[in-house]
């Protein structure tokens, strides 16, 4: 068990290098006036490596044992909260960059904007569509995951300490009586 926790928590980390890997290819595309075309394939590279990220992700989370692991825990919601405002920001740059570059409603506007323009949209910007739909379903639902994992984590340590403070008045009592 603790063999593959090491291994999916190599996977995780490497997953979160392939993510600041892509992630540093696109930020110099923008900078240096790339076409909307690289940043696109680009951008569809991260959201691909996002998916990896979260799929390894959710099952390292589920080889961690909530009272034994709950530092792991912390640490790796703590990575996963840095990672998910990562692909926001990285979201939110390249539609404004997009926007300024090319402030006509053109095709490839419709593929950083996530709008749907069926009749005009190519096979690359539907399922550059259609992975960013799904990714942002799988964050939501990988978010709300380890939300309600850390609250049941919370919960059995609040209970644990009531436990232990019930114990140590019953304790005392005894040793006053």
Not at 38 to 52: G, I, S, Y
Not at 118 to 129: H, L, Y
């Amino acid at each position: 068990m603790n063999e593959k926790k090491l291994a999916l928590q190599k996977s995780r980390a490497g997953h979160i290098g392939n993510l600041t890997k892509v992630h540093n290819e696109i930020t110099p595309l923008m900078e240096s006036d790339g076409s909307s075309e690289e940043v696109l394939r680009e951008r569809m590279k991260f959201d691909e490596a996002w998916c990896k990220f979260v799929d390894a992700h959710e099952s390292y989370l589920e080889l961690l044992d909530s009272p034994t692991d709950a530092l792991v825990l912390e640490k790796a919601r703590t990575t996963y909260d840095e990672q998910v405002k990562r692909k926001l920001d990285l979201d939110f740059d390249v539609r404004l960059w997009h926007k300024y570059r090319e402030p006509e409603r053109g095709e490839y506007n419709s593929m950083f904007s996530g709008e749907t323009r069926g009749s005009r949209r190519s096979g690359v910007s539907g399922a550059s569509s259609r992975l960013s739909t799904v990714s942002r379903k799988k964050e939501k639902l990988a978010l709300a995951q380890l939300n309600l994992r850390q609250l049941k984590i919370r919960q059995q340590l609040d209970e644990q300490q009531h436990a232990g403070k019930g114990r140590a008045r019953n304790s005392k009592k005894k040793r006053v009586t």
